[in-house]
Structure formats: C-alpha cells, structure tokens
C-alpha cells in the first residue's frame, strides 16, 4: 500500500531528526546532545520531535528501525540469486550502518536497548530478521546450507537445527561483533573483523563453498 503524504512526511522528519542526531553525537558527543540543539540543527520544531519522540533515548533507539526501512526499499530491487551471498550482504550492512555512524553511535544504541524491556533489536517481525531468515530458508532449501545437528534436550540423540535457529546464530555473531568492538573501545575495525566472524560460520555452514 502507498504511503499518503502525511505519512512520507512523518518518515521524512523522523529521519531528518535521527541524522542530524548521528552528526551531532559525531561531533559532539553524545552527552552534548540536547532536544533543543537537535530541534535547532535540523529545523525541526520541538513540538514535531515530540510528536515522534518522547525522549532522546527513544530517538537513539529507534535507529534500528531506521536501518529497517531503508533494508525494505534496498530489498525491493536486490536480485542476488546466491542465498548464502545474500545472507552475508544483509548482515554486513547492518555493521557497516553502525560503523558509518561512528562509536559513540553504537555505544549509544546498544545502551538505549539494554535499558529497555521491549528492545527492538531481537524482535523477528523486523524486516532485517525476516530478510535473513527468507534467504536462509532458501539456501537451506537449495542445499546450500547443511544445518548443524544440535544435541537433544534430554541428552540423547542429536536434531538438526531449522532455519530459525540457524538465523538467530548468524544475528548474534554479527550483534556480538559489534559489542566486542565497543568493549575493546573500537580499537579494530569492526568491518574487517566482522568479515572474518561472518565468513568463518558461513563457512562451517556450507562447507567451505563461500
């Protein structure tokens, strides 16, 4: 369904808010951040953020959601027909949208996520989770994927793991990642490391054809 123009609008301001935020906790700082110096730089009116927002907090943690709607529209015209090359491009570019907004960007995020009890960022309604998911059905489906076995509750015998589970691994690999870099105070890069830790399970997972 199309979107009115009331709506693209909400979307339009809500964006504008958050990167002006990005920008501000860049070259700021985050504690610097303040409603009214955000409202100031994107000209919007303290009003329409509270519209939106209810707090900074809220506006750091809806970053998540943000990535979301640009992943849909990337999505809509992405045609690689390798599943596993898929997976890997889809959960790169969440890394590389925290690294291109700097560390004290994903210390905030993470931050706003641990504080809160309903936190976006596990949620599997999100687009981000469901794309990962349909691609690895896909190659799980085309013998791409061999799932792992995983030892039964009770100890006896072994079940391979569905597509699920094998999603929920490869999005805490890439989550882990990230939080490893903020507690090694972003001494590495996070794009090349996060390359290796991605590529060594995708590996292990289609038998070294990656």
């Not at 045609?79 to 700097?102: C, M, T, W």
């Not at 791409?144 to 490869?170: K, N, R, V």
């Amino acid at each position: 369904m199309e979107m009115t123009n009331r709506q693209k609008q909400a979307m339009t301001t809500k964006r504008k808010l958050l990167y002006t935020a990005y920008e501000l906790i860049r070259e700021e700082g985050y504690p610097a951040l303040t409603i009214r110096r955000l409202c100031e730089k994107s000209g919007v009116s303290t009003g329409a953020f509270y519209h939106h927002y209810s707090s900074k907090e809220d506006l750091i943690a809806q970053g998540f959601a943000s990535y979301d709607e640009g992943l849909s529209e990337f999505l809509n015209s992405y045609h690689e027909k390798d599943p596993v090359k898929a997976v890997r491009h889809i959960v790169l570019s969440l890394n590389q949208y925290i690294f291109d907004n700097g560390a004290q960007f994903a210390k905030e995020l993470y931050i706003s996520q641990l504080s809160i009890r309903d936190n976006y960022i596990t949620k599997k309604s999100r687009s981000y989770y469901q794309a990962v998911l349909g691609f690895v059905r896909q190659a799980v489906d085309e013998g791409l994927i061999t799932p792992p076995a995983q030892t039964m509750d009770s100890g006896h015998g072994s079940i391979p793991m569905d597509p699920e589970e094998i999603t929920d691994f490869l999005l805490r690999v890439g989550r882990g990642t990230i939080l490893d870099w903020c507690l090694h105070d972003y001494t590495y890069d996070l794009m090349e490391q996060s390359a290796k830790d991605l590529d060594f399970i995708l590996n292990q997972l289609t038998a070294g054809s990656l």
